[in-house]
């Protein structure tokens, strides 16, 4: 194996160049020892598996053992941690997360707080993916247009979602918080101060809104993509066709628009069914189980309760991972219908 | 069919103007064809026209009313895209009816323009199918059918062809210009292929720069180009051009000096040009005679020789670093290597000045 030489351009740390060709040279006459002797002993097709077995290995023991593992759980009761202390129930532990005499009534639930949560995150799902994508494509829509500044106006709407979940909340905590920032502004304007996340209405509306202004710029640069990728051509063709711009709009950009849309729409979903870190640090699931989710239901099943019932936990996640499944499906599909145009 | 003149149009983006002042005017039925290199100002004048570009200046007049702040829809103008811009999720019959349906036409109307539209263009069996599904030359079709069934009072045509391999252009070529013999509406296509120009146009418009550079039927074009520009740009293969020097004025010509080769009499006149000044000699490789004649002929080297069975195309070298390209009709037995006699018949001879302009010195007779 050769080394490249050294492209002919001055440099101030050409001094380090020979070494370090030499460093490398030595490395990689390293490496290619034990490469042949794998190659040899493999075969070319083989040796490709050498190259796939770190990241396979990581994928195993973080991913596919740890569900392999949540089946284990999902299917055996009691408190013990250790598999083999755990007497085996069948589907005993779905059965009482699905034992209900009113679907439409969590009260009447065996586990009603399991209910309550997957309501919470039924009602959470419809309005933050609802809003959320129609206030992407209204920003997306307007940022497509020729405005003054239009890059500086991408960059402040895609910010927030280079931020994290935990400080995302934490900023929204300290404004919203009885002492905070917009209690401070009502207050100088002459109005009550409210307890914006200690009232369940309010806490719901602000945990639907800062999830919005937290995601709402990444589903935003898709669509702008989807927008810019409308062929120019076609909006002149409509002007030339005399069409008025709501009809240019419900007739043209909206049905090209659409694999995007249904893309977007998808992975909306997934992630809002998912929806747990930014949620837990803003309200902590309150007041009482006003803004508790499914994935928070799990979280507190599992480990942050006194009595931990893994084996509940276990089945409600993997009733979870049912619906992101069929959600992860449709976006494939998605996917592969905007890629086949 | 309509009229259209345009009076001192201009065009400026930002600082930047390219279209200079044009004045043209279209009489009602004609073909005009706008031709020119790339970056020539065609495609944004017909843009102009279309109502898809503003004015900066001057004024766009159809049939006697100034069009200028009229919306693109309302100019009574149907324009043929040059990506066709089909709207890619309506089938043939909705891109079709599109149009007709926004100025809420009856839906029997429509449906009696779109089938005589499809019947025209022979495709009456593609209305149900999606774009995608349609080849490049029924995509055009589709593209054109859209314009007619508009039944506008002049069509525009931006470079329709330039998609389509060689095949289907020259049948696309000679179906458009079917369809303006029947339709006899005016139309306006703007192609930077000069062969499409020569073989469509009643009327050729050569741009350069934003600027016309002659405007006139193809042959006039052919025969007389009004400069050295319009001359290489018409014409296939190009005009060959030779610099060289005015050595005699006479009554029934201008004879021209061209170092290395000799002298060569073209049947132009003067033009103010005295005897010294600097020239350039052009003559069309289809103009040049194989063979010995009593003036004007030359020894050339033959450097390679293309048979394109009814033509021979023999490419040639002049003493002095000069290449000339001749035409000969029917088949050759030269081969590359071999030195030939060639004659540049005088009333054939083009000359044109080297100041600005380059313009083409006045022809006798």
Excluded at chain 1, 23 to 46: F, S, Y
Excluded at chain 1, 93 to 102: A, I, K, P, Q, T
Excluded at chain 1, 272 to 282: G, P, T, Y
């Amino acid at each position: 194996m050769a080394v490249m030489s050294s492209p002919e351009r001055p440099s101030p740390l050409r001094f380090l160049w020979k070494p370090l060709e030499a460093l490398m040279q030595a490395v990689l006459n390293t490496v290619e020892i034990p490469m042949r002797w794998a190659q040899r002993m493999l075969g070319q097709q083989k040796i490709a598996w050498v190259f796939l077995l770190p990241n396979l290995l990581i994928f195993g023991l973080f991913t596919y053992l740890p569900i392999g593992v949540n089946f284990l759980y999902a299917t055996t009761g009691g408190t013990n941690l250790w598999p083999g202390d755990r007497p085996f129930l069948g589907m005993d532990n779905f059965e009482v997360l699905l034992d209900c005499e009113n679907y439409l009534d969590p009260a009447t639930c065996r586990r009603d707080l399991f209910w309550v949560a997957v309501y919470n995150s039924a009602q959470f799902v419809v309005l933050q993916v609802g809003f959320m994508v129609t206030f992407a494509l209204i920003t997306a829509l307007i940022l497509n247009r020729k405005i003054i500044g239009r890059g500086f106006w991408r960059s402040v709407f895609f910010y927030p979602v280079l931020l994290s979940p935990v400080v995302v909340a934490l900023i929204w905590k300290w404004i919203l918080q009885r002492e905070g920032v917009l209690n401070a502004a009502l207050v100088g304007l002459g109005a009550d101060p409210v307890n914006w996340l200690l009232s369940p209405d309010w806490a719901f509306f602000w945990v639907v809104f800062v999830n919005i202004w937290f995601q709402m710029g990444f589903y935003t640069l898709i669509l702008l993509a989807g927008l810019q990728a409308i062929p120019p051509d076609v909006y002149e063709a409509a002007e030339m066709d005399g069409t008025k711009p709501v009809r240019v709009f419900t007739r043209i950009t909206l049905p090209l628009l659409m694999p995007t849309m249904i893309v977007v729409l998808v992975l909306a979903l997934i992630r809002a069914v998912q929806a747990f870190d930014e949620i837990f640090v803003l309200t902590g699931g309150g007041p009482g189980s006003a803004t508790m989710f499914i994935v928070q239901y799990i979280y507190e099943t599992g480990f942050a309760s006194q009595i931990q019932q893994f084996g509940i936990a276990a089945a409600a996640s993997l009733l979870l991972a049912v619906v992101l499944f069929i959600l992860t499906m449709l976006q494939l599909r998605a996917t592969r219908r905007q890629m086949n145009g | 069919m309509a009229t259209l003149s345009l009076d001192k149009l201009v065009k400026r983006f930002g600082e930047l103007e390219v279209i200079h002042g044009v004045d043209l005017s279209i009489d009602s039925g004609e073909f005009v064809v706008f031709v020119g290199p790339s970056g020539c100002g065609k495609s944004t004048l017909l843009r102009m026209i279309a109502g898809l570009e503003s004015v900066t200046d001057g004024e766009i007049v159809i049939d006697g009313d100034v069009v200028n702040a009229i919306p693109a829809s309302q100019r009574g103008l149907a324009m043929v895209f040059q990506t066709y811009a089909l709207y890619p999720h309506m089938t043939v019959w909705q891109n079709l009816a599109f149009g007709l349906e926004n100025i809420n036409m009856p839906k029997p109307e429509i449906a009696e323009r779109v089938h005589k539209a499809a019947t025209l263009l022979q495709i009456g069996e593609l209305l149900e199918r999606k774009p995608k599904q349609l080849s490049g030359g029924q995509r055009q079709r589709v593209a054109i059918g859209r314009a007619i069934v508009r039944q506008p009072k002049i069509f525009l045509f931006d470079e329709p062809l330039s998609n389509l391999d060689a095949e289907l252009r020259v049948q696309m070529r000679v179906e458009i210009a079917a369809l303006h013999k029947r339709l006899g509406n005016t139309m306006i296509y703007v192609t930077h292929d000069q062969v499409e120009a020569m073989t469509m146009a009643d009327k050729i418009v050569v741009l350069r720069h934003g600027y016309i550079e002659q405007i006139g039927p193809p042959l006039a074009l052919f025969n007389n180009p009004a400069n050295r520009f319009v001359a290489g740009f018409i014409g296939s293969p190009r005009m060959n051009m030779v610099e060289g020097s005015v050595a005699a004025i006479a009554e029934d010509g201008v004879t021209v000096d061209l170092p290395q080769i000799g002298r060569i009499t073209a049947t132009v006149t003067a033009d103010g040009l005295g005897v010294g000044a600097p020239i350039t000699l052009g003559i069309r490789p289809q103009h040049i005679h194989v063979g010995a004649e009593a003036i004007n002929t030359i020894q050339a080297s033959v450097r390679m020789v293309e048979h394109l069975g009814a033509d021979t195309y023999f490419y040639c070298d002049l003493p002095g670093d000069h290449a000339v390209t001749v035409h000969m009709a029917g088949q050759s037995r030269v081969t590359a290597g071999d030195t030939i006699p060639i004659a540049l018949p005088a009333p054939d001879c083009h000359v044109f000045r080297t100041d600005a302009g380059e313009v083409a010195l006045g022809r006798l007779g």
